[in-house]
């Protein structure tokens, strides 16, 4: 027993003495995330650097697929696509590439890219459009919600969406949504419940879904030729 004792003591000293050395500081350390992009910029027939004409763009977020380091491969789909098979656009387009093939879009990093690119070529700050697909659908969706003045129209094809966060969107901002029914990879209900989350709060959401496609939804996407007319329509009233 009086080893028990002694024991027990022992031990209410070492938790005593580890709880002594316990100790919470007040710190600060400025952090810097730095990202390489390649990227494509599409100019439109009639821009002209010296002009003071103000031209619209649209940031362009590709999926998964397109990751890595081989900048062609952000051709495969979406607007560079269109572009590479002679398309016209009416306004400037920036596609970056995602370096990291597992990694999720640095959202921060490409506001970067884009507010430079608008910067040192004639572009609307009123008019600048996003749309992304898939991985680069959800990266679309989490902008507009950090950076909700920073955009006059949203796109989103297939992508996951933050839902607790939708009351951030502007709700200035119109919207177009586009999702396969048939999706595997992100099923179509990420878009159905954000879009019914959207209108339930009274915002301009449009939602356009494909029976019997799966996740590749992006190729009649950004075929749809009224997808361009509606973003070229829009415009932030602020």
């Known amino acids: 027993m009086r080893t028990l004792v002694l024991l027990s003591l022992c ?11 316990s100790r919470l500081i007040d710190a600060s350390q400025e952090t810097i995330t730095k990202e390489v992009f390649d990227y494509y910029l ?8 010296d002009s003071e004409e103000k031209f619209p763009l649209l940031l362009f977020l590709h999926g998964g697929g397109e990751s890595g380091d081989s900048l062609v491969a952000v051709k495969r789909n979406g607007p560079p696509k269109l572009i590479a098979r002679g398309k016209q656009f009416p306004f400037l387009i920036l596609a970056p590439q995602n370096p990291h093939k597992r990694k999720w879009w640095n959202t921060a990093a490409v506001i970067q890219l884009l507010d430079n690119i608008i910067t040192e070529h004639n572009v609307d700050t009123k008019r600048v ?5 898939s991985r680069g659908g959800g990266a679309a969706w989490e902008m507009v919600v950090q950076y909700p003045e920073k955009f006059a129209a949203l796109a989103v094809v297939c992508g996951m969406t933050p839902l607790p966060y939708a009351s951030w969107i502007d709700k200035k901002m119109p919207i177009w949504v586009f999702h396969g029914e048939e999706d595997k990879s992100i099923p179509i209900s990420e878009s159905e419940t954000m879009v019914d989350r959207l209108l339930s709060m009274g915002y301009d959401v449009q939602f356009t879904k494909y029976p019997g496609v799966g996740h590749d939804s992006w190729i009649q996407a950004y ?12 415009a932030r009233k602020d």
């Open 129 to 133: 459009y996003l749309t992304g697909l």
């Open 11 to 21: 031990i209410l000293l070492q938790s005593c003495a580890a709880q002594s050395k």
């Open 42 to 49: 599409y100019f439109p027939e009639n821009y002209e650097v």
């Open 223 to 234: 075929n749809t030729e009224e997808l361009y007319e509606w973003f070229a329509e829009q």
